[in-house]
């Protein structure tokens, strides 16, 4: 039997964001974000569903930190909710929204959790948006004065940041196919504006972050990223999945890690291409510490000289109707190494959505599915360490069932199922499973 051990120092983590779990969206003076408008207007989100209770976790923070404890979980990544901080976008400062993650990153550090802060995790304050949103700079100039006030109000305690969350979504889900909110479908200049201001954002992030905290913090931006498995591992192979994943990644990457702009892509453009002001590329392409990736499948197998082929029908997938492509991590890790340099990566986001139940008289919920995927997925980033590739973390998305978006509470992801009545969490067999692996450093 193969044992895979990971070394010591490696991070073991889960993920949430601040819409999908915390609710209390008129507690603390927050502000409405955009997910609250979009979420009111028929049609867009499953079942009318909406994140105002989600799964109430503003007010019961301190069990759920219980549970994580008890789950062995030693790093614990959550988002901050802006209409919190600023409920207008900009000027008015609400301190009680501040007050609440103060209080929320001491009771992780009472029970010994590392606290890791994601800024933006989608819920832009409405108020912003009524001013044109990230269509608009002046967002990035409100991104920054919030993210100067939360390094400075947590920096002494939250050593780990994470700036934007998935920039592809913000802005291909957002205002290209309009399925996330502002739910717009724009035109080809703006939405480009769109991705442009995102990673602005993430620069300005980087910096406000290491100009208001008084010992070091460590920052980078969170990617979801699209690969495709080599369909061998013949150098043919390999290298047409390394273009592959060159092509579909480096719009977002290329310029946080290389400071420029795919020339192909931007030329495509033409007039279509963004705005851009002397010193962006400068600002967008500090150094970070490391870069997070979130990733759940790959888009399919790559075959050199025919590219990547389309899936069959019935391929195995999960219940979001995405791929189980276990390999899809490895390689992920591999190529954005070995095209960008990267020296530290972090799977900050990884896990799968099934129909879980309970069952009257079980005291766990059976997912023998997720722990399946949890397994097979994290021998690809043992794997990677193990070739010396520099893999460093991950984060199982996620600790609760919660809110997924446009899906509404109809996908699980948690690894502890949550009964959206009577808000009871109940943890699942992948959460005892993942305990033990933390407890013993591998499987
Ligand atoms: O729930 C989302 C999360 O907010 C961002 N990454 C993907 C997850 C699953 O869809």
């Not at 208001?212 to 390999?238: K, M, Q, W, Y």
């Not at 990736?293 to 790559?302: D, M």
């Not at 075959?303 to 899936?311: D, I, K, N, S, V």
Request: proline share 5%; aromatic share 14%.
């Amino acid at each position: 039997m193969h044992r895979y051990q990971f070394p010591k120092n490696f991070v073991w983590g889960t993920a949430t964001s601040s819409y999908q779990i915390e609710g209390g969206v008129d507690a603390g003076g927050r502000g409405a974000s955009i997910w609250d408008t979009f979420a009111r207007i028929e049609g867009k989100v499953f079942n009318g569903d909406d994140g105002s209770v989600a799964c109430d976790h503003y007010h019961r923070y301190e069990e759920d930190f219980d549970l994580l404890g008890k789950l062995n979980i030693r790093a614990y990544r959550f988002s901050i909710s802006w209409p919190r901080i600023y409920p207008e976008g900009r000027g008015w400062l609400n301190q009680q929204g501040l007050d609440f993650y103060d209080r929320l990153v001491d009771a992780l550090l009472q029970r010994n959790i590392v606290p890791s802060a994601t800024l933006y995790h989608w819920d832009l304050p409405q108020a912003l948006e009524d001013r044109g949103g990230w269509r608009n700079r002046d967002t990035v100039k409100a991104f920054e004065e919030y993210a100067r006030i939360v390094a400075s109000r947590l920096g002494d305690r939250v050593k780990n940041w994470f700036t934007v969350n998935e920039p592809w979504c913000a802005w291909w889900l957002g205002h290209k196919t309009g399925v996330h909110a502002p739910g717009a479908q724009e035109a080809e200049k703006v939405h480009r504006q769109v991705s442009h201001h995102l990673l602005l954002a993430h620069g300005a992030g980087v910096l406000a972050l290491r100009e208001e905290t008084s010992s070091p913090v460590r920052v980078g931006l969170v990617h979801n990223c699209a690969v495709g498995i080599p369909f061998t591992e013949s150098d043919e192979d390999i290298a047409e999945s390394r273009e592959y994943f060159r092509r579909e990644n480096a719009w977002l990457l290329q310029p946080v890690l290389a400071g420029s702009y795919p020339q192909d892509q931007w030329d495509a453009l033409g007039a279509d291409a963004p705005d851009i002001h002397p010193g962006d590329l400068r600002l967008i392409s500090q150094p970070c510490d490391f870069l997070g990736l979130n990733l759940y499948n790959a888009h399919g197998f790559v075959r050199a000289g025919e590219g990547m082929r389309p899936l069959e029908s019935w391929f195995p997938r999960t219940d979001f109707g995405w791929p189980v492509t276990p390999e899809c991590l490895y390689w992920a890790i591999r190529h954005v190494v070995e095209i960008w340099d990267v020296n530290d990566v972090i799977v900050t986001e990884n896990g799968c959505a099934y129909p879980d139940e309970i069952t009257e008289g079980l005291p766990h919920v059976e997912d023998y599915a997720r722990v399946q995927y949890l397994r097979e997925h994290l021998k690809g980033v043992h794997r990677a360490i193990s070739e010396g590739l520099p893999v460093s973390g991950y984060y199982l998305w996620s600790f609760l069932d919660n809110f997924e978006w446009a899906e509404g509470y109809s996908k699980r992801f948690g690894m502890v199922h949550v009964d959206f009545e009577s808000l009871k969490r109940t943890p699942k067999l992948s959460a005892l499973w993942y305990a033990r692996l933390i407890s013993q450093g591998g499987f």
